[in-house]
């Protein structure tokens, strides 16, 4: 079956037009994965593909090493840090040596400080974008929204994870599985830790009850991975119902993360796009709240975006009916909730309510599901360290082409030459709004630009939607319009008069018929996957012309292909 896994992705090569991300995935260090790993590299030089190795860990295992001689390896960059000398893969010399297959392991590995990418996964993002396809090693516990789950099945805490959507877009995931039995006989036998590591080893991480949980935990999400790209058409994408997932999030809630994961699990269990929203309050103005709380605010907001939700601050007296208004304006059909504060009893005897209490109450047609949030008392989770893959074991395979899933080309339909700015010095918001409102409708006669404009403002008023994250998404529903107009603009240096961690390099300014709520909701989607693509983003930073702009998100359309992930037999 190695042969047939490896003519699958060299197909896939020699008929890309970018780069390609292979991923073995395992549920613990010594299930075989970077020994699959360079097992391949070998097939695919042999059928004449230039493979060079970027980086492998080979923790001292003499069969591990054994299969690198024979493939061209670029040599690692040293760098001190906090006086030790330390060696990171050398991105710049993978770009410069352009490859057409880099063998990359340990995907969740966080660089040394001062590095170009805090994380290993971007720049595996940047080698992608350059046409380099990427074969490299993942173990299940380091995808960030299993991080709740992980720490309370096995009581270990990984410091190290990466964003879900990684793991999604991959273009094949191949499962290396090997019996925790097995595993653990390895561990004994030195084959993937040295002797003096062994006994604590055996003791934590590779208890046989933590080795199962992983092992399940690996063998659900590849099933998930299988559901989600097989239900995943463009036919059920252009149906717009009311079952988006909305998670409300607290400046002072209580494990915000955990709610967040959850909230990222369920969406993908369900196939649905899912939405974060904080509500501000008069006394959570920034100009009020304490810079720690704005650092945890800013934090969790962060993490949401990470974990693939649209995210939305929005202002409000009253948190509950804001959250119930935005809630019915986004097609909301499940809301999710952290367990709320215990009211005293004074207030419980005067008739008040929690948030939460009136939330169940006036949902109308949402679900309300209250996660239990509030600490619990649970072992101290214990770091474990972090080891990489052995020698050969039995592979079971889950191969898919490319891409979560195929979308019809919707924004390129939406948006045309004059529909996209580009901007090379600093852009005041106000008049960032404007012009692409003017582009939008401008001799189009859709639509009057100063009452459009207002509109923009007016929801900007309730809140931003300008993020830290360098991409913005003002939007409108207009009345008697009668088809969505979107426009874009590309800032070269930022908008100016707003104070954010990073500058907004991307505005997409969305107008949508009234009449028609569920076009909003499913263009902002799109748009939401189009801000997560870094592939996408980097190209159009590179574009000198709004036709550039145009024919890159062409490009990037025609590759989004449908394709089912089916097991190998």
């Known amino acids: 079956m190695p042969e047939e896994r490896s003519d699958t992705f060299l197909r896939l090569i020699r008929r890309a037009g970018r780069g390609r991300l292979k991923v073995y995935l395992g549920y613990g260090a010594g ?23 970027g980086l492998v860990e080979t923790h001292g295992r003499a069969e591990t090493a054994k299969l690198i001689e024979g493939l061209d390896v670029v040599p690692r960059r040293r760098q001190e840090y906090r006086g030790v000398v330390l060696e990171e893969m050398d991105l710049d010399a993978v770009l410069a040596r352009k490859p057409q297959v880099a063998l990359i392991d340990e995907l969740a590995h966080t660089n040394v400080p001062g590095s170009r990418n805090p994380k290993r996964y971007q720049d595996v993002q940047d080698i992608l974008a350059e046409g380099i396809h990427v074969i490299t090693t993942l173990n299940i516990q380091h995808l960030e929204s299993l991080y709740d789950i992980v720490e309370k099945a096995t009581h270990v805490r990984i410091r190290e994870r990466i964003p879900d959507t990684v793991l999604t877009e991959a273009d094949q995931i191949v499962n290396v599985d090997l019996t925790t039995e097995d595993l653990r006989k390895r561990l004994l036998e030195g084959k ?3 002797p003096e ?35 995943e058409t463009p036919e059920e994408k252009a149906v717009g119902t009311q079952d988006q997932i909305m998670v409300c999030l607290s400046s002072r809630g209580p494990n915000s993360e955990k709610l967040l994961r959850y909230a990222s699990r369920l969406a993908g269990k369900l196939n649905r796009n899912w939405l974060a929203v904080y509500v501000q309050t008069p006394s959570e103005e920034p100009t009020v709240i304490d ?16 974990l693939g939700a649209m995210v939305f601050t929005y202002k409000g007296e009253d948190i509950a009916d804001t959250i119930l208004r935005f809630g019915r304006e986004y097609r909301v059909g499940t809301i999710v909730v952290g367990s709320p504060t ?88 106000e008049i960032a709004l404007r012009t692409l409102v003017d582009a939008a409708v401008g001799g189009r006669g859709i639509g009057d630009p100063a009452s459009i404009l207002g509109l923009i403002l007016k929801r900007e008023e309730e809140g931003s939607t300008f993020f830290n994250e360098g991409v913005a998404f003002p939007h409108a ?39 028609s709520p569920d076009s909003q909701v499913k263009i902002l989607g799109i748009l939401a996957r189009v801000s997560r693509n870094r592939h996408l983003l980097l190209k159009i930073q590179s574009c000198r012309t709004p036709e550039e702009v145009l024919s890159a998100v062409q490009d990037w359309e025609a590759q989004q292909v449908v394709s089912v992930v089916k097991p190998t037999p």
Do not use: C
Request: no cysteine.
């Open 192 to 194: 993937i830790y040295p």
């Open 477 to 515: 529903r207009v009345e008697n319009l009668e088809h969505p107009v979107v426009a874009m603009g590309v800032t070269r240096q930022g908008v100016e008069d707003l104070s954010l961690e990073k500058p907004v390099e991307y505005i997409f300014l969305v107008l949508t018929p009234a009449e």
């Open 291 to 306: 810079s720690h709380t704005q650092r945890i605010l800013s934090g969790t907001l962060t993490l949401a975006k990470q």
């Open 342 to 429: 215990p009211l005293p009893a004074w207030k419980r005897w005067m008739g008040e309510r929690s948030t939460v209490d009136r939330l169940i109450h006036d949902a109308g047609g949402m679900t309300v599901v209250v996660l239990g949030t509030r600490e619990e008392e649970t072992p101290h989770p214990r770091p474990t360290p972090e080891g990489g893959d052995t020698e050969a074991s039995p592979a079971r395979t889950t191969e898919g082409a490319v891409s979560p899933a195929s979308k019809p080309p919707v924004l390129s339909n939406l948006i045309g030459p004059r529909g996209i700015v580009i901007w090379n010095q600093p852009v005041r918001k």
């Open 31 to 53: 299930v075989g994965k970077t020994y699959q790993m360079l097992l391949e590299g070998h097939r695919l030089k042999d059928e004449g593909i230039d493979v060079i190795v």
């Open 197 to 231: 590591r062994i006994r604590t080893a055996l003791e934590n991480f590779f208890k046989e009850t933590n080795l199962e949980e992983l092992r399940e935990l690996t063998l659900r999400e590849l099933a998930a991975q299988i559901d989600q790209r097989r239900r």
